[in-house]
């Protein structure tokens, strides 16, 4: 077990890091220099399968365009960004915890530890409050891009790139905990949104994602969908096709159907397709892709033949490439009625765009039959003169009523809470 208040930028993380940039290359080539002045066009190189540049343009702006990395280690206490994220009037912003790099999906325990997943690196979190004081312990580490994460009855479960696991009894063990027990095996290797986002329903079952294999492609049956299963692994069942990369979902908390965040395609514009909110009503829809895109535009490459009547729309469009990930509703009684079963989704960030969009933390209020009615920025500042300072990955609410949002970019979590301000110096 390692235990420590706030990790210090040192060296700590480095060799996690050099391993994650070994694993994310494929995701954050940097556009090739031009040739000299009369020189023969070299042959560009072959790019691994899935990489997200397949298919990208020519032309000058297009090769400009590439995943961002993140800084190698997580920011320091004193270097994050709160300052400079804005907030409604009411709302107040504050660093829950730091030092825990490439914070992505968050989870919350019956004692109150909250978990954090990661991406990039090998690790799985625990924020734990002990003696007054706010720690950050390594509850897990020597995994393969942990970022999915649920908590049900004491156990945590873990979605790795091509399985999951669980710890029981885990916050009674974090001091000393065993390696996570493997439930479920048989999930795709593929690195291209191979991470996943997981979650137990009312239906005590887990649900599990596995996304398409590239940025646009005509995919096999084991991929672009949505599984459930039992807690122990069993029974597992398709629910949701033409599902093409979503890392957030939640359960409307009066209807209990699944809504869900869904990445649209790279490099047909800029301005389309945009991200999609989702909404299954029944087992076995269909969400359109790679056919349909965002509900009304039929895929150039794959929507020959097809119409996007034969799908199930998006309740909601959420912008063009701005990678909406973690969604809450959010059913407590902290923020002004306006939120109550309100939808609080992160927005990552566009990254082939050339004026980026996202980089916050949005509401997404619904109408009575359950579309879409608005879209409400909640936490911006998150892009600075088009460059990132930090990137918002996933939220949830806390049993008081406040909100986390994690941030991959800077390694922290920070909390929002409404009301009279009780931390002094921050927003």
């Given amino acids: 077990m390692i235990s420590h208040s706030s990790v210090p930028r040192s060296l700590l993380l480095s060799g996690a890091f050099l391993t994650a940039f070994s694993l994310g290359a494929a ?8 040739p000299a002045a009369g020189a023969p066009a070299a042959a560009a190189p072959a790019l691994p399968p899935g990489s997200p540049l397949i298919g990208r343009p020519a032309g000058d702006a297009a090769a400009k365009l590439a995943p961002n990395a993140p800084p190698p280690i997580p920011a320091a206490p004193d270097k994050l960004p709160t300052a400079k994220l804005k907030v409604p009037a009411g709302f107040n912003i504050e660093v829950y915890a730091a030092g825990m790099a490439n ?13 954090v997943g990661s991406r990039l690196v090998d690790k799985v979190y625990a924020i734990v409050n002990k003696d007054g004081k706010r720690e950050v312990k390594v509850l897990a580490s020597g995994l393969y891009r942990p970022n999915g994460l649920a ?9 790795e790139l091509s399985k999951v696991s669980k710890i029981e009894k885990v916050e009674d063990v974090i001091d000393n905990p065993p390696k996570p027990t493997v439930i479920f095996d048989k999930l795709p290797k593929d690195e291209a949104h191979g991470w996943k986002f997981i979650g137990i329903g009312p239906d005590n079952k887990l649900y599990v994602p596995v996304g398409q294999p590239g940025n646009n492609v005509l995919n096999d049956d084991e991929h672009g969908l949505i599984h459930r299963m039992n807690l122990d692994g069993s029974g597992a069942e398709v629910i949701a096709r033409g599902v093409r990369n979503t ?16 990445n649209g395609r ?10 999609e909110l989702n909404r299954i009503t029944k087992v076995g829809e269909h969400f359109g892709a790679p056919f349909c895109l965002q509900g009304n535009i039929v895929d150039p490459e794959f929507g020959w033949g097809k119409s996007c009547s034969e799908f199930t729309a998006p309740v909601g469009l959420l912008g063009p490439h701005s990678a909406a990930l973690g969604m ?13 079963n309100a939808a609080i989704i992160a927005r990552h960030g566009s990254w082939n765009r050339t004026k980026k969009v ?11 039959d359950g579309t879409m009615k608005s879209m409400e920025p909640l936490i911006t500042g998150f892009i600075e003169d088009n460059k990132y ?12 009523g406040s909100l986390l949002v994690s941030d991959d970019w800077n390694g922290a979590v920070y909390r929002i809470t409404y009301g009279k301000q009780k931390v002094a110096g921050k927003q």
Avoid: C
Avoid at 267 to 275: H, K, N, R, T, Y
Avoid at 358 to 368: R, S
Avoid at 389 to 400: E, Q
């Fill in 27 to 34: 995701a954050q080539q940097p556009a090739a220099p031009p």
């Fill in 103 to 115: 914070a992505r999906s968050l989870a919350m325990g019956d004692k109150g530890t909250v978990f």
């Fill in 151 to 159: 908590f049900k009855d004491g156990t945590l479960y873990i979605a």
């Fill in 247 to 262: 890392v957030g979902f939640d359960w409307h908390p009066e209807t209990k159907q699944l809504y869900f965040t869904d």
């Fill in 266 to 275: 790279d490099w047909m514009s800029e301005d389309v397709p945009e991200d």
């Fill in 328 to 340: 809450r509703f959010y059913t407590a009684s902290m923020f002004p009625k306006a939120y109550k």
């Fill in 358 to 368: 996202g980089g916050d933390v949005v509401v997404a209020k619904l109408n009575k």
């Fill in 389 to 400: 300072i930090g990137r918002p990955v996933d939220v949830l609410p806390m049993k008081d």
